[in-house]
């Protein structure tokens, strides 16, 4: 097994920096979703600037959505074709106006 790369104490720090924001904002985004102050084509217009957005899973976006919880976005990535490990950035033009079709 491989061993994880030696940074040194301030490298880590910043990993670490890195990887809280990265939380933050997707956090930030899915509350946006569930209380409808952002829609899905807002969503994936921020995605195409921000990367920490772009690393969204869509089943973490899906169960965010108003009446969606785990079981109901698995069920849905499963009938539109979306593989479980997806991430926004990695959706297609189809995917996304499935996805957008699906809760508007």
């Known amino acids: 097994m491989a ?8 490298q880590r720090k910043a990993a670490l920096e890195k990887a ?3 939380r933050r904002v997707r956090a ?9 102050s952002m829609t899905l084509p807002q969503l994936f217009e921020r995605a195409d600037q921000d990367e920490l957005v772009a690393g ?4 973490s976006l899906i169960a965010s ?3 969606t ?15 479980e490990n997806r ?4 959706l297609g033009d189809r995917q996304k106006e499935a996805l957008i079709e699906e809760y508007s």
Do not use: C, D, F, H
């Open 69 to 83: 919880g785990k079981i109901k976005a698995k069920r849905m990535m499963e009938s539109l074709g979306i593989a």
């Open 56 to 59: 969204l899973k869509v089943e």
């Open 20 to 22: 809280a924001k990265a």
């Open 65 to 67: 959505m108003p009446g």
């Open 3 to 10: 061993q994880p790369p030696k940074l040194t104490e301030e």
């Open 28 to 36: 930030e985004v899915k509350e946006l979703l569930k209380t409808g």
């Open 87 to 90: 991430r926004i950035r990695g």
